[in-house]
């Protein structure tokens, strides 16, 4: 389809908080063939651009002023098999959750624990996305990029190019702004080898009586935990969790320690270690609380709700309202995860 823009368009529907803000400039991009256009274009070249995807890690606190450029790049296929390996190129503007569907339906194995993530295909890299034991740089072989400063020009980088962190890659740095995910390629495995590690997960299939669990198990094991404790963006405005588990060095965790034994912890290489953000907020009395129509989720209190009305100046203020607390409580900083614009 040709590239089409237009004004005003409304973002309620391309946000998972379901902000009713509105883009001045819009477009989406469903045929990478359109890109050079896009980045040739006046309104491209004289406006500020923001790239969304599926709208799962973004706070609007207002109109946003330039180009709202949605990825609606569609496909998925098997580029080669590798003694048991299958190496799979998805799209960025693939739905994550399908696309985790359909690869288990290939026998394409890997994926499992990551499923129910809102979001699509080309945001899973930029903030290396991860649940119950795996992160999705384990699975990644290497992601198609376009450069926005050579017209669109391709480029291929490595799982090592994109220097995956928890939460962190190289498209929050330097590459922001510079690169675009267009597609990633995943290298999965013939061969089901299930990840059970995760406590909930060892609960659910203990509940349920698998013994030896199919990735296809895991996967529906993840689902069920996901609805049980995570609001449904569907029903309840959010952005899965809004902080990021603080890592802290190690003297300040043991100092923690002795005073709340309690404190989920793990090692997060480097002599540092990770804390449950949930678990520091849940402390300071704030699991369900609700301010309005902004709420912090009454079963994980790591996500931010919108209970109907709030704006993104209420959630915002919600969340420096968590923040300080947690701060005040344990004297640690907890950064927000999404996006806030
Ligand atoms: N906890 C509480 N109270 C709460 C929430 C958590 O006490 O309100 C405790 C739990 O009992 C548990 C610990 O904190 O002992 C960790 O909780 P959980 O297993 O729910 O995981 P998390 O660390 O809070 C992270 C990810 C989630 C991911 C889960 C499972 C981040 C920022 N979040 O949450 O990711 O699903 O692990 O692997 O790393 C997301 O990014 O949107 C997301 C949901």
């Known amino acids: 389809m040709t590239l089409r823009f237009t004004r005003r368009q409304p973002l309620k529907p391309f946000n998972t908080f379901g902000m009713d803000v509105a883009a001045e400039h819009y477009c989406e991009l ?4 359109d890109l050079p256009a896009l980045l040739a274009s006046d309104v491209y070249r004289q406006n500020p651009t923001l790239w969304l995807g599926g709208g799962s ?3 609007f606190t207002a109109d946003y002023p330039g180009l709202v450029a949605r990825l609606t790049l569609k496909g998925a296929r ?6 048991d390996d299958a190496i799979v190129e998805a799209a960025a503007g693939e739905n994550w959750h399908a696309f985790v569907q359909h690869t288990l339906s290939q026998g394409w194995y890997g994926l499992e624990n990551l499923s129910l993530i809102p979001g699509t295909v080309g945001a899973c890299p930029v903030q290396n996305i991860g649940a119950y034991g795996v992160e999705v ?4 072989e290497s992601v198609v990029c376009a450069q926005l400063e050579r017209g669109g020009e391709p480029l291929l980088l490595s799982n090592a190019d994109c220097r995956f962190g928890y939460r962190d890659s190289v498209f929050k ?3 922001a702004g510079k690169l675009l995910v267009t597609a990633v390629r995943f290298r ?7 990840r059970t590690g995760y406590g909930d997960i060892q609960q659910q299939l203990a509940a349920a009586g698998i013994a030896a669990p199919t990735p296809q198990d895991v996967s529906e094991a993840v689902i069920r935990i996901r609805s049980s404790k995570l609001p449904n963006p569907a029903e309840l405005g959010n952005a899965g969790s809004f902080f990021k588990n603080p890592v802290v060095p190690q003297a300040q965790a043991e100092a923690l320690l002795a005073e709340h034994p309690a404190l989920p912890h793990y ?11 949930g678990w520091l907020i849940d402390q300071c009395g704030l699991k369900g609380y609700r301010d309005g129509d902004a709420g912090v989720h009454a079963r994980q209190a790591l996500v931010l709700v919108n209970y109907g009305k709030a704006s993104g ?3 915002r203020a919600l969340a420096q309202k968590v923040q300080a607390a947690v701060r005040q409580r344990f004297g640690v900083a907890l950064e927000a995860e999404p996006i806030i614009l």
């Open 30 to 33: 469903d045929d990478l063939a």
């Open 173 to 175: 740095h330097e590459a």
């Open 267 to 277: 090692p997060a290489g480097d002599g540092r270690v990770k804390l449950a953000a």
């Open 188 to 194: 999965l495995s013939r061969q089901p080898a299930p």
């Open 78 to 83: 098997l580029l080669e098999t590798d003694g």
């Open 313 to 315: 100046g209420d959630i």
């Open 57 to 59: 890690n973004v706070l």
């Open 137 to 140: 740089k384990d699975r990644i």
